[in-house]
């Protein structure tokens, strides 16, 4: 950190930086098996939208290899007048679970219920991006 501003003594200066480590601190989301960071870069960074699922694609009914939820974009992090990448013809999305968020839930529990994801590439393999759950709120700790 830099010199106290003007108005900041001693004391008010450390607790402004203690406030600062709190908040990065509180950046990590801390919740089991999941590890990554939720500030964003300066300048710009990733695709995040927020969802309603509308509903699931499970692997012995669909034709799917994994469990995905189709849904619907309701707010997007490029602004109003942008489009999410990776839209189906329908303008719903695909969204996959890495962190086995969808675990002991059923489509019943899952339809109509909002969610967060994030667009990424793989670092191996074919190289299709994929929007990746952060989020999914049909669990008690949204209720």
Known sequence: MTEPAIGFNKDGYEQ???????????MINEKP???RWQQ????GGGHTIWFTI???LCPAI????ETTLVVTADWYTAGCSKTPPGANDDDTYYVYDLCSYLNGLTPTDLVGTKGRATYHYPLTGYCEPRWIIDDLCASAECA
């Not at 964003?40 to 300048?43: D, P, W």
């Not at 669909?62 to 290899?65: A, C, P």
Request: glycine letters at 8%; aromatic letters at 8%.
């Open 33 to 35: 098996n999941r590890g």
């Open 40 to 43: 964003k870069e300066q300048g």
């Open 16 to 26: 402004y930086k203690q406030i600062a480590r709190e908040h990065v601190r509180r």
């Open 54 to 56: 509308d509903s699931v």
């Open 62 to 65: 669909d034709y799917v290899e």
